[in-house]
C-alpha cells in the first residue's frame, strides 16, 4: 500500500488546532460554520482517522435543529486513513484504510472507539465508504 504523504512520521509534530463544520448559535438561530477546534487525541482503545470522506445525513440535520448553543462539531460517520493508534488497540494499524462510526465527523480528524472502525474494502473508494451509514 503506497504511504499517503499527509501521514505523520514518529517525532513529526503535531498541529494544535484543525478544521470543522460545527453548529453554533446567532440572531438567526443555529448556523453550520467551518472553525479551528482542537485536534482530539485518542484514548486506549481509540484510533484517529484523517477524514477524507464523510456524509451529511438526516441525523446530522436533527441534530443541527437541537443544538442548545454549541458549537457541537456535526458528522456522524467519517471515512479515512489511520494516524495514530491507542495502546490496546488490535487489528488496525497506522495507515489503514477504515470507515467509522464518528461523532464528528465532519472535521479534519475524529477520534472513534476501534470497535467502530472497520477496514474499507479494497474495491470501494473514499467516497462510497460513509454511505452505508446515511440512511440510519
Known sequence: MMQ???LRSVG???PESM????VEQDVKGSVLAMTDIPVPEPGPSQVKIRVRTASVNRADLAQRAHSDG???VVGL???GDVVEVGREVIGIRVGDRVMAIANGGLSEEVVVDAALAVPIPET??????P???SGL
Open 124 to 129: 470501494w473508494s473514499y467516497a462510497g465508504a
Open 12 to 14: 513529526e509534530r503535531e
Open 77 to 79: 460517520d467519517a471515512a
Open 4 to 6: 499517503d504523504s499527509r
Open 19 to 22: 478544521k470543522a463544520i460545527v
Open 70 to 72: 454549541g458549537p457541537v
Open 131 to 133: 454511505l452505508p451509514s
